[in-house]
């Protein structure tokens, strides 16, 4: 089978369209016919810092060397099982950019005929996670202003599109280029501010009426995280989860004291192997078929770009879920 | 009136028994004869520091320097309105310490006549406390151990008593002696195990069945926060509502990304000036009327005892709230 083979840490050089043996599926593992693969920052930064998460050991992050190369990276899929010919969803942990790749059984989910490779994609990892930081972290009453960092991106799109119905008075998108605070309106932020940390306090005051703001759902970290944290109202939430700038937060107890505040740590792996991901996938799923979500997805490249796509996402010059088409 | 008068920072020999004309409540004070003043930590705190919560300015806290000198300490007390002849207890902010005292309208709250006064002062602040650390912070659904510092202490000796009422399965008090621990077992605590730094991860958990814990409510800070945290379930939470130990913890983000914990700050103040105090209160005093609530009560001392009182609640030679009489 055609795949893609990384034959070490480093940059889009070390990956390389290669033929492989088609894996053969472990007690507990589906086979699974790939149609689309993720692309996501995990595999981007696993690839020049070898951590990756070990999904099929309880999510127990883990450091490559350079003795585990080669590697096919690759952490979710959408494709057909070959057992049963079901459509299906699937985290693979790696091996999901190749044509054929394998999955613990209690990581694959049916999906529905209506749900195409591209939503189901978009909807596994950021989608479920944008739906349990509301429904896990920050349970809201109808009153509150909730701010969405990243608000075109993966888990931002969608937690912007859930924020109404999951009890947000106001939704402030936070995005970095105009083009991508319009999608955030059109998404249904309530604002749409710039995600520069220079001023971003004033801002988050600015487009709350110059009011402090209830919950934060911070992927960041660093200057971003403090100037939405200033921002943050007494009895007002953080949830981390996600340090994309690399400089995770450190937080002084008296500050989180005086304002009765809270930050609250969120990592999907916990829900992974805790409750699932059915019950937010279900759940994803019938809001999509009902219209009241839309996913957005980008662009779909052939499995031999792989590099490219990777590295369009690094630069952020991507809007919407990247996949990669195995058979293309 | 008798009061006592700070006449500067420092020990115990800068509080003195005085005369000093009755105090005239301003606009929107009420004027209270005091029958028991409650002895606090914050007034021994502030005794050597000057800081001090202005319970009348919104909670701003203050640091007193000498010219403010002196002052009249003593921020809750019980006694009898002088306008109305209601009996109250109420936040003063300063002053209690003395056989009259001015306070808030807002913040005078009536007594209910089977509401002794030594009770009403050990509600006031701790038990309204103790009260929301489960109502406004940590909710719970009837599966939770529970972890409570200082279980012996004002706020600690009362939730350890809501805690069944407030949906914890299990209730592990922490205290310095075996006295304490037994008092806190006969207030309903499950397990009650030396709170201790060293070892105290170990005893958390084998107190636990061998499993982590799911909500701490801390008061202690630096080594014991510390020893708490490690013990953390995934999904749990740490409310941070005091810094006994001086040493107020910071805390990584990573370290609540993996495991989806949290950690909430909590300010009795921003209940004050928000909520108000009347629906804790309210549902104490009936806890208590329902002998379903018992406060501990410790000694009261004749109001020019004040710095035995001081130094006896410092060298935590005592149990129980502290209070003075004003009369004796």
Redesign the interface.
């Known amino acids: 089978m055609r795949a893609i083979r990384q034959r070490g840490l480093g940059g889009p050089e070390v990956l390389e369209l290669v033929e492989l043996p088609r894996p053969e599926p472990p007690e507990g593992h589906i086979l699974i016919e790939v149609t689309r693969a993720g692309v996501n920052f995990t595999d981007v930064q696993g690839r020049a810092t070898g951590m990756r998460t070990m999904v099929d050991s309880g999510g127990a992050?883990q450091r490559l060397s350079q003795d585990d190369f080669p590697v096919v990276p690759g952490g979710e899929v959408a494709g057909v099982r070959a057992d049963t010919g079901e459509r299906v969803v699937a985290l693979c942990g790696t091996g999901g950019y190749a044509e054929w790749a394998i999955a613990l059984e209690e990581l694959t989910y049916p999906l529905p005929a209506e749900i195409t490779d591209e939503i189901a994609v978009a909807l596994l990892v950021q989608g479920t996670t944008a739906w349990h930081l509301y429904t896990?972290?920050a349970r809201l009453s109808g009153q509150e202003t909730v701010v969405v960092q990243a608000a075109a991106g993966g888990a931002g799109s969608i937690a912007v599109q859930l924020g109404k119905s999951m009890g947000a008075a106001r939704i402030i998108g936070m995005a970095s280029s105009e083009e991508k605070r319009q999608l955030a309106l059109s998404l249904g932020a309530t604002q749409a501010i710039d995600s520069a940390p220079e001023g971003l306090t004033d801002r988050l005051l600015q487009a709350n009426d110059g009011e402090p703001v209830d919950v934060v759902f911070d992927m960041t970290?660093g200057e971003v995280?403090e100037g939405c944290f200033a921002a943050l109202a007494?009895?007002g939430t953080v949830v981390?989860?996600?340090?994309a700038s690399g400089a995770?937060?450190?937080?002084?107890?008296?500050?989180?004291?005086?304002?009765?505040?809270?930050?609250?740590?969120?990592?999907l792996m916990?829900?992974i192997r805790?409750v699932g991901l059915e019950g937010a996938l279900d759940d994803l799923f019938a809001r999509v078929l009902e219209g009241d979500l839309r996913p957005v997805v980008g662009a779909t490249y052939p499995l031999g770009e792989a590099a490219r796509a990777q590295e369009d996402l690094l630069r952020r010059r991507t809007t919407g879920k990247l996949c990669l088409d195995p058979r293309s």
Do not use: E, H, M
């Open positions: 992050p896990s972290c970290g995280f007494a009895f981390v989860y996600g340090v995770p937060p450190t937080i002084g107890a008296r500050s989180l004291i005086a304002g009765s505040r809270s930050i609250k740590g969120f990592w916990d829900i805790t």
